[in-house]
């Protein structure tokens, strides 16, 4: 069964840092680009972030360049999204998703990933 479960959201103030984990299993994760992608009530979903480990290439929404790092431990098959100097209009359910398209993440904010996950909630109160 695949599987991808994310964690590591909570409410924090403007300026704290909260760090996402995307967990997957039930697939080859080494051949899959993994992306972050965000929705705040009466918003549409965005993509935040997204990173291939074949390609060794990561990718930002422009709002959250210098602010958000994303990494991937295959060992453990996880990828993480590390957020700093964390902004009110930051807040939004956070999910994760899985490609196992080569070039997913050149396009990620249109291409339709194979897996998604539940989503984590982060709210930032100013």
């Known amino acids: 069964e695949v599987q991808l479960v994310e964690s590591g959201g909570g409410l924090v103030q403007a300026g704290g840092s909260l760090r996402l984990s995307c967990a997957a299993s039930?697939?080859?994760?080494?051949?899959?680009?993994i992306a972050w992608f965000r929705q705040a009530p009466g918003k549409e979903r965005e993509g935040v972030s997204c990173?291939?480990?074949?390609?060794?290439?990561?990718h930002y929404l422009d709002s959250v360049k210098g602010r958000f790092t994303i990494s991937s431990d295959n060992a453990k098959n996880t990828v993480y999204l590390q957020m700093n100097i964390l902004k009110p209009e930051d807040t939004a359910v956070y999910y994760c998703?899985?490609?196992?398209?080569?070039?997913?993440?050149?396009?990620?904010?249109?291409?339709?990933?194979?897996?998604w996950g539940q989503g984590t909630q982060v709210t930032v109160s100013s």
């Open positions: 039930g697939f080859t994760f080494d051949d899959y680009a």
């Open positions: 990173i291939s480990s074949r390609l060794g290439s990561t």
């Open positions: 998703a899985a490609s196992r398209a080569l070039y997913y993440c050149s396009g990620y904010v249109v291409y339709e990933p194979n897996y």
